[in-house]
């Protein structure tokens, strides 16, 4: 049996939050401007951990080369952020597994690649987020993931040595990012892993079907 890890950090989107609902409503807005078709469910699922830019690219199929992904961009983020959070919810279990961190005084923390400033839009809708001993953004530091930077910044923040924490994300840049810090990285099962995915590929000592599989990782 493994031993018992000392702390937990999550991504975000896909992880502790499901936020495709309002990232794929902005993102076709955006291609409703150039006369492109929604989104369709598959792509949702398979791009919305990748933001912006994985939503764009699925919806044009690429981004043709008369546009200028800069200009998207900030049309999402506009609309992003103007309804950030109208059917962006917690994943079923999540809440009760924050629950039974803070009640066992167990360290942990969000590290996202989400921009500071949506980050601090999107999580005063969940309180519970706010009680997070570390929250590192995208642009927090030089670097985002797969870079361990974030991670290693984020275990200092919690006050846990990075091999005794787990890191909970739903896409293979997590799980690189997690190696990369020595960290111990967990696929969340419940996120955003679309049909051609191969989350069994992605050197994570394993794959959680469900939020509260965590607790059996962590000292009581």
């Known amino acids: 049996m493994p031993q018992p ?4 950090l999550f991504d975000l989107d896909g992880t502790l939050l499901d936020t495709a609902p309002d990232m794929a409503r902005a993102a076709n807005k955006v291609l ?3 006369g492109i078709p929604p989104l369709r469910e598959h792509q949702i699922q398979a791009n919305t951990s990748f933001g912006a830019k994985g939503l764009l690219e699925a919806g044009f199929d690429g981004i043709p080369d008369h546009l200028d992904f800069t200009q998207l961009r900030a049309e999402f983020l506009q609309y992003y952020q103007q309804d950030i959070c109208l059917h962006t919810r917690f994943y079923d279990g999540v809440e009760a597994l924050l629950e039974y961190l803070e009640h066992h005084a167990i360290p942990w923390g969000i590290m996202t690649n989400k ?3 949506l980050t601090d839009l999107l999580l005063p809708f969940f309180p519970p987020l706010l009680k997070a001993q570390a929250i590192v953004c995208g642009d927090t530091l030089s670097k985002a993931k797969p870079h361990p930077e974030p991670l290693l910044y984020a ?3 919690i006050r846990v040595p990075n091999h005794r924490c787990a890191y909970i994300g739903d896409i293979e840049k997590d ?9 111990v990285g967990y696929v969340a099962g419940w996120g955003y892993i679309g049909e051609h995915h191969n989350p ?5 000592a394993g794959i959680l079907p469900t939020p509260t599989d965590i ?3 962590l000292r009581n």
Not at 5 to 8: F, G, K, T, Y
Not at 175 to 183: G, T, V
């Open 155 to 157: 275990s200092e923040l």
């Open 5 to 8: 890890l000392d702390a937990v």
């Open 200 to 204: 069994e590929e992605w050197n994570a």
């Open 32 to 34: 409703a401007n150039h």
């Open 175 to 183: 799980m690189m990012a997690a190696n990369a810090a020595q960290m």
């Open 215 to 217: 607790v059996s990782l």
């Open 115 to 117: 921009p500071g400033f």
